[in-house]
Structure formats: C-alpha cells, structure tokens
C-alpha cells in the first residue's frame, strides 16, 4: 500500500539498500503500481559490526522529468534475536519519514548461516532472503552480507560522545517529547534536554568519558518524557570497544528508530 506518486494513482517504485548510510543496492524499478514485487535479486555486502550497523530501507517513485520521489523508508536493528543461525524469520518494516506512508511496509526475511567459517577463515556471512512488498505476498530477494572476524579494539583514554539526533521512533510523532540519556555500567553520564513534539528530535548534547573499560556496557536510552508521565520507547546497549569502532554512524535502537552519534577521540 504505497502512497501514489502519479495522477493515475499509481507509482513507479524502487527500493534503495543502505548500510550505516551507504547505499549497497538499489532495486529495479515497477512500473505502475503502489503493491510492488521484486523477484530473483540479491546482493553482497561486508558489514564490520552487526551490533552497530544500521541497515535501511528507502523506497522511491521513479520519474524521469521531475526526478525521484521519496515514498517512506524504515530501518532494523541486525542485532539480537533479529538474527538466528540457521533459521529464516520475517519481519514487518513499517515505512516513515513523511506524511501518507502510516500503513506502508516492507516484509523481510532474515536468515543467519555462519557456514561461510568453515570454507573462509576471515568472515562469517549473513544470508538474508528477503520477502518484500509494501503491505502483505512480495517476490523474494536474497541477500548474503559477510562480516569480518572482529579485531582487537584498542580503547581511547579520552572521547567524546556527541548525541545528535533520532529518527524513526515508535510512537505519536505530533505528541512525543523525547529526552534521550547515556549511561555507563547503568551509571547516569548525560541526560538532554526534551525535544518537543517531534519524532524527529535534535538533542546536539555531548558527554567527555575518560580511562574507559572496553567491556564496559554503554546504554543509550531514548524517554518520552510528559508531566504525569514518562516511558522509555526506545534503547541501544554496546559494549565501550564495540562503540569506539565507529566515528559518525546512525545506530539502530530497539524496537524501533536510529539514533546518530559521532564520537571524537582525544
């Protein structure tokens, strides 16, 4: 259930892959429809972290005079149970980021097959077939993602986490006050200011952490914060080695959303 782009009331759709804001693939485009199907594509690409990989989904109606139109996109987290070795699981994408796409999404199939080890001692590989049409039977698109080993992580004695900004937040964008916070072993570090109304927040709020343990575990929360009332809506939990490999990323939260830091290093 696409929103139509044309005046026929139709769209010409295609998808855009992304990890960690790079795009990895871009579907073929079909023609004159808002309920799509993709059959027979697949991809490689090496993710160096499923714990911080932000992998996403941008759906576009293609036009050749005016150009491109956006038509929503959604995220997931690849972390967790999201993921099972050996098993196939499916999953509804739900499509934001503007307004007429409430009840478009895409369905995914993710399945795991660390059998790439035994063959390739560098790399564990991410079979993921995907089972997608923007509200319910889709073709199906395979995909394999190889990701390194990991390597040993040396921490810095000084950083600084900047806490940007969110998206894709679960939730009444027009009555969400999201705070976010940083925690350390559940230690409280930093705690924004409220964003009002907005399931798009922009904090810009920084916190400096020195002589920090690598395995240490780093939690970032995100609050809907009201007078009579709060709740946590969305969360991401790392260890301090495994942040400190990135710079500049968007990081998936659960259940749903991304959040955007950068970390410099002193």
């Known amino acids: 259930?696409?929103?139509?782009?044309?005046?026929?009331?139709?769209?010409?759709?295609?998808?855009?892959?992304?990890?960690?804001?790079?795009v990895v693939h871009k579907s073929s485009t079909i023609?004159?429809?808002?309920?799509?199907i993709w059959k027979d594509e697949s991809f490689q690409v090496p993710i160096i972290s499923r714990v911080t990989a932000s992998f996403r989904i941008e759906v576009f109606d293609w036009n050749q005079l005016s150009g491109d139109i956006p038509l929503g996109s959604g995220g997931i987290s690849l972390r967790g149970d999201r993921v099972e070795s050996f098993c196939a699981r499916d999953?509804?994408?739900?499509?934001d980021g503007m307004e007429g796409v409430e009840n478009s999404t895409v369905r995914i199939r993710l399945k795991w097959d660390p059998?790439?080890?035994?063959?390739?001692?560098t790399h564990t590989s991410f079979m993921r077939t995907v089972t997608r049409r923007v509200t319910t039977n889709m073709g199906n698109t395979a995909f394999n993602w190889a990701q390194p080993l990991p390597k040993s992580v040396t921490v810095p004695t000084r950083l600084?986490?900047?806490l940007l900004e969110a998206r894709g937040l679960a939730g009444d964008k027009n009555k969400m006050n999201p705070v976010v916070s940083l925690s350390i072993d559940h230690h409280l570090i930093l705690k924004s200011k409220k964003a009002r109304k907005t399931g798009q927040p922009e904090w810009n709020e920084s916190a400096t952490l020195t002589h920090l343990d690598g395995e240490k575990v780093v939690e970032i929360k995100v609050r809907d914060v009201h007078t009579?009332?709060?709740?946590?809506?969305?969360?991401?939990?790392s260890t301090v080695k495994d942040l400190v490999s990135t710079s500049d990323q968007w990081l998936p939260?659960?259940?749903?959303?991304?959040?955007?830091i950068r970390i410099d290093y002193q």
Not at 91 to 95: K, V
């Open 1 to 22: 259930n696409l929103k139509a782009a044309d005046k026929s009331g139709t769209s010409d759709p295609y998808v855009k892959f992304t990890i960690n804001g790079e």
């Open 31 to 36: 023609k004159k429809t808002i309920n799509p």
């Open 91 to 95: 999953w509804n994408i739900p499509l």
């Open 115 to 121: 059998q790439l080890l035994a063959r390739q001692k």
């Open 160 to 162: 600084v986490i900047h």
């Open 228 to 237: 009579f009332h709060s709740e946590d809506i969305a969360t991401f939990q």
């Open 253 to 260: 939260l659960e259940p749903q959303g991304e959040i955007h």
